[in-house]
């Protein structure tokens, strides 16, 4: 790759803004005061980009007007490829209620030459894509970039958590480098290509339904957790490259199709709208936690959150536990034990996870799903009902992060055998908790 041309990349400031951009050396190409004249400036075509239905109310309406070289319905005809490792057949292997932990995924050998898309695999999901209901949890390891090819989900929005190795993103509104310790959110229908210098790996979150949101701030007030700011999207660039061979990969209704163009799909001048891919880095958090007793529920840790139907229940949480400071008194510490209604995935970008500080490792996982009991191991607890209470920071030089959802997940048949990374040690962790209160002299 050239490292060059991502250098002193800009950026748009705003979480889900009506933003406009223009290629500097192209100055108003954008049309003045209408979407569609008659010509465009420049000779472009227009496009638009629908993100939710045209007669959705307007605080959720999302679309964004291209103003492109070329339109992108001038391709051959899309034909079906393998999956790879992509799938979503939730119905593969028989259910495991267990509490499942993995180890760090492996990333390709140098015998290899793995890119992005190649390099997905499915852990978990539910729901189906044809009817925009549901989620899927997936995985990249990757060692090449990818050249001369895009790719395109039809079916949902990415989330995207590098932790390993930094991602340079080209999209058709722009460029974003997004390394560990940041994640981006690519949305349904937006093409893109990923170009690394290292080998590469980290956590993808895709949601069928609906777009992700800032959660609601309520008795916080109006200020708080992710600050809308702090969110960038990039801004237009575009490469005119003709007479290749460019390959763009969609993802259909859980399936890969292959079709192919003589021309860069990155060919958009100028654009503006409310629907555009975006970064945000993790950093930027400000952590809400108590200061008086007990342990606050992880909700007050979410980023983002794709809403369901029923009330203050997510299709899907992103949710981090950042380094800060622990100041509760009297009070047990770490997570608590928990049954919960909602499933949890969890992966650790860096550091040592607190509850778990063995065995759950960067670049692995671990998942419990609807209502199977976890929490703290032997060590862990021990020391929380034992230390002195002083405010300590806590997670310090650590990123852990939860996909939170409702939906019951059914883990794949390479997540739970053909990747040979399941710990089937995992539930040992408990096995050593005691009855103290047998102990007692009562």
Known sequence: MNKTEWVDLKYLSGFGNEFASETPSYPNALPKGKNTPQKAPYNLYMEQLSGTAFTAPRETNKRSWLYRILPSVKHYPFKKIENGLITHNWNEEEPNPNQLRWKPFDLPSNEQQIDFVQGLATICGAGDARLRHGIAI???????????????????????????????????????????????????????????????????????????????????????????????????WFENVKGIHFKIILKFQGNLFESHQDHSCFNVVAWHGNYSPYKYNLENFMTINTVSFDHADPSIFTVLTCPSLKPGTAIADFVIFPPRWSVAENTFR???????????????????????????????ASLHNLMIPHGPDFDCYNNAVNEELKPVRVAEGTMSFMFETCFGLAVTKWANKTCEKLDNEYYKCWQTLEDNFSKLNV
């Not at 395109?152 to 590098?162: A, T």
């Not at 310790?181 to 895709?206: D, T």
């Not at 928990?338 to 960067?362: D, T, V, W």
């Open 334 to 364: 770490p997570p608590y034990y928990h049954r919960n209604c909602m499933s949890e995935f969890m992966g650790l970008i860096k550091g040592n996870y607190e509850a778990k500080k063995e065995g759950f490792q960067p670049g692995g």
């Open 138 to 236: 997936h995985v990249y390891s990757c060692n090449v970039s990818m050249i001369d090819k895009a790719f395109c989900n039809s079916d949902g929005d990415f989330l995207i958590v590098p932790q390993k190795g930094t991602l340079f993103i080209k999209t058709e509104f722009g460029k974003m480098c997004v390394a560990p310790n940041e994640i981006c959110v690519i949305q349904n229908g937006m093409r893109f290509s990923v170009e690394i210098e290292e080998a590469s790996r980290g956590y993808i979150l895709e949601v069928f339904d609906n777009h992700f949101v800032l959660p609601y701030l309520g008795p916080i007030g109006a200020n708080g957790l992710a600050n809308p700011r702090d969110f960038q999207t990039p801004v237009a």
